[in-house]
């Protein structure tokens, strides 16, 4: 069974890579982000598929986004995040406000404006969020943004409990990836490598080393797969290779 499956944050490295990995399941892919242009390039590079401008700050954009991406929905992936490293005592109230916002009040408003599309699939729909390995390892400097996610994991449990037969929902959290988004931690080869290091695979994750769950965790082929947070992280959230 195939359908449409709306993807924030469509046109960075993440959503693209998930785009083109549902796309290849047979899936329509409906791309929603901020900037037009890159929407508009993504789209056809993955071979068509629908887009949409919004801010996930903005709760009508993404209302209207939704509404745009049709009115059966077989999927629904908030592949959206920030990456705001500062220590405790250089945090603002904004900076802990918008992690927030963009990280777990955003997956909260596309989910309710996708819900009666979601339920107006004929199959079983499938929601998917995305958290981060800080929420599961202690790092410095993460406090804001593994309070952010730890929000977006506990989502994916109430959602799933909540939604269940009808809509499954589940949570990726990776570790460091190369996006742009992540850009500003990788400015040089030292710097990759020895964060690469950290991992028990040696060597940091790509968008391709994701979007493969990605795509059958939103599929009917994960039909009994809810409420997981499942860690795709080169080993770094469990696995100490290092004394």
């Known amino acids: 069974m195939t359908g449409t499956i709306a993807i924030f944050g469509g046109a960075g490295g993440m959503g693209s890579a998930i785009a083109r990995a549902v ?3 047979g899936y329509a892919v409906h791309l929603i982000g901020r900037d037009a242009a890159r929407l508009a390039e993504t789209a056809a590079a993955i071979g068509g598929a629908g887009f949409s401008v919004a801010d996930v700050e903005d709760e009508a954009a993404i209302t209207h986004a939704l509404a745009e991406a049709g009115g059966e929905l077989a999927g629904l992936c908030y ?11 250089r945090l603002s109230g904004e900076d802990v ?3 927030f916002r963009i990280n777990a ?4 408003y596309a989910v309710k404006a996708a819900l009666p599309a979601l339920k107006a699939y004929s199959g079983t729909a499938s929601v998917l969020l995305f958290s981060t390995v800080a929420v599961h390892q202690g790092f410095t400097a993460h406090a ?3 309070m952010a996610k730890g929000a977006v994991e506990g989502l994916t449990l109430a959602l799933a409990a909540e939604l269940a037969p009808k809509i499954r929902v589940n949570c990726i959290a990776p570790s460091l990836t190369k996006t742009p988004l992540a850009a500003p931690l990788l400015g040089n080869e030292t710097m990759v490598t020895a964060i690469g290091a950290m991992h028990a695979m ?7 080393d994701i979007a493969p769950l990605a795509a059958l965790l939103l599929s009917d082929e994960a039909g009994w797969i809810t409420g997981q947070s499942i860690g795709v992280d080169g080993g770094r959230a469990m696995l100490r290779t290092k004394g």
């Open 144 to 146: 804001s943004v593994a």
């Open 97 to 99: 406000a918008r992690d």
């Open 23 to 25: 796309k290849a399941l």
């Open 202 to 208: 040696q060597r940091l994750g790509e968008p391709e």
């Open 105 to 108: 009040q955003g997956a909260f």
């Open 79 to 89: 592949a959206v995040g920030t990456i705001n490293l500062k220590p405790v005592t």
